[in-house]
């Protein structure tokens, strides 16, 4: 069974940093795409990151380009997101997602979940 | 970036009733079209994937079509744990992008 479990949310100040991180188990890690979406209260979905299987490459939403940089450790079967620059507009549950990997089509995409980190960026 | 519009962006209905959501994407996706249902607290549930394809144990009143830039979601008869958002996902390409979500609320 695919389990994501996400650590690393909480409190933090404008302009200071945060690591998230990821464990992903059920299936075999290194082989998918990895993503985080994120919601702030009351408001929609937004994608913030992926990395990729492979070579690991890596894409940001705009809101987040430069002061995000998302990670893995295909060893410990662990995706990241270091945060930092940190603003009120950040504040947001953090969901980690499995994506896709090399030839599967679209039941490969945003099947798996987890349950969500918290952060809240507050002076 | 493919932009997602989602309409409506809420709706009150009653149980029974069937209901349409729908996104427009501003350039096409094939059927890199994805739809969740997302409920108070919980995490957003996949319903559709492919446009048109069920998600395994989604009831069969669940229903997407489409492909390119029009897609719809259809409920067919509304049940007391449909009240939820649903929101559309496109991953044709960089950026993904959902759209705005639609609530739908009991009548």
């Known amino acids: 069974e695919v389990h994501l479990l996400e650590s690393g949310g909480s409190l933090v100040q404008p302009g200071g940093s945060l690591r998230l991180s990821c464990l992903g188990s059920?299936?075999?890690?290194?082989?998918?795409?990895m993503a985080w979406v994120r919601q702030a209260p009351g408001k929609g979905l937004e994608w913030v990151s992926t990395?990729?299987?492979?070579?690991?490459?890596?894409l940001y939403a705009d809101s987040v380009k430069g002061r995000f940089t998302i990670s893995r450790d295909n060893s410990k079967n662990t995706m990241y997101l270091q945060m930092s620059s940190l603003r009120a507009d950040d504040t947001a549950v953090y969901f980690c997602?499995?994506?896709?990997?090399?030839?599967?089509?679209?039941?490969?995409?945003?099947?798996?979940w987890g349950q969500g980190t918290l952060v809240t960026v507050s002076s | 970036d493919v932009q997602m519009t989602q309409s409506p962006s809420a709706m009150s209905a009653s149980v029974g009733d069937s209901v349409t959501i729908t996104c427009r994407a501003s350039?096409?996706?094939?059927?890199?079209l994805a739809w969740f249902q997302e409920k108070p607290g919980k995490v957003p549930k996949r319903l559709i994937y492919?446009?048109?394809t069920l998600e395994s144990g989604v009831p069969s009143r669940f229903s997407g079509s489409g492909s390119g830039t029009e897609f719809t979601l259809t409920i067919s008869s509304l049940q007391p744990e449909d009240f939820a958002t649903y929101y559309c996902?496109?991953?044709?390409?960089?950026?993904?992008?959902f759209g705005q979500g639609t609530k739908v609320e009991i009548k």
């Open positions: 997602v499995k994506d896709s990997r090399a030839y599967c089509g679209g039941e490969c995409y945003y099947a798996y």
């Open positions: 059920g299936f075999t890690f290194s082989d998918y795409a």
């Open positions: 990395v990729l299987y492979g070579d690991g490459g890596t």
């Open positions: 350039q096409g996706v094939s059927n890199y």
């Open positions: 492919g446009a048109s």
């Open positions: 996902l496109q991953h044709n390409s960089y950026p993904r992008t």
